[in-house]
């Protein structure tokens, strides 16, 4: 229905009657950077193409919400928040964890006694790393690498923005669940940009653009 | 001693604390063990960047 060709006859009770077909394109256009956030909160295919159809089909049919100051894909991202937390009330029942979200990634890297096996590396200063967008792609790879059960938690708290208790309330799970399986992520991401960003060589001219 | 921690447990302690209050026995453990520790400063500094990093992918995710 977002085709130009299709949408374009001039009829009367059509509310987007008066879309133009640069917005149809504008849309379509930006479908695939949707659909990328909704597989990252949803994991699940089905879901987050549903997700981002709806939301395509509010922004096509309320155009006039659109603030012709704010920017298109940040109104877009919007909506997609409010049908992203729809998806998850509707298909919460089969959001639930695996063997891999319960293995506890801390036992390997603490000895017996809890002291560390391989102590942290220095980071460096987050302003130095933060302005380089491949960091923010290999951020993405490994948020998209968690276990299903832990990515949807922590794009829920991450992206989504919403409260603890809201989450729990919305997946029916106890707070102490949720803090280690939170805590599972973090750790997971960590070692995750230990690996595919930190480990390899820091200066390196033509990464920083 | 109820103040002592290990490595593993303030580890668990920094990283959970991202997501909830934690009680003041458990916020004054971490800060004592930080001056004796020299590996989970840098822990707790790794945390502080991924904090600053999901905010800014957030931002760069609703920007065209």
């Known amino acids: ?209 | 001693m109820f103040l002592k921690r290990n490595c593993k447990q303030v580890t668990r302690l920094v990283l959970e604390g991202e997501d909830r209050r934690l009680p003041w026995a458990d916020r004054l453990a971490v800060r004592l063990h930080m001056h004796i520790c020299a590996a989970c400063p840098r822990f707790q500094q790794q945390v502080r960047l991924m904090r600053e990093a999901t905010l800014a992918w957030r931002h760069y995710s609703e920007e065209p």
């Open chain 1, 1 to 209: 229905m977002l085709s130009p060709s299709s949408a374009w006859p001039m009829i009367s009770d059509d509310p987007a009657r008066k879309n133009s077909p640069d917005l149809a394109s504008q849309l379509e256009a930006l479908r695939p950077q949707l659909l990328k956030f909704a597989r990252l909160q949803l994991r699940n295919s089905a879901w987050a193409e549903d997700a981002v159809s709806e939301t395509l089909l509010a922004a096509w049919e309320r155009p006039q919400n659109f603030a012709a100051s704010s920017q298109l894909k940040t109104w877009l991202i919007g909506i997609l928040k409010h049908k992203l937390v729809d998806q998850i009330r509707r298909n919460c029942r089969e959001m639930s964890t695996t063997s891999e979200d319960n293995e506890d990634v801390l036992d390997d890297l603490f000895d017996q006694t809890g002291h560390w096996i391989d102590a942290p590396q220095d980071w460096g200063q987050p302003e130095a790393v933060l302005r380089q967008v491949d960091f923010m792609r290999v951020l993405e790879a490994c948020v998209e690498h968690l276990p299903g059960q832990q990515g949807r938690l922590f794009m829920m708290r991450e992206w989504l923005e919403l409260e603890t208790d809201e989450i729990c309330k919305e997946l029916s799970i106890s707070p102490t669940n949720l803090w280690v399986l939170l805590h599972r992520a973090r750790m997971r991401l960590r070692d995750c940009l230990q690996l595919n960003w930190f480990s390899t060589p820091a200066v390196d001219p033509a990464r920083s653009r």
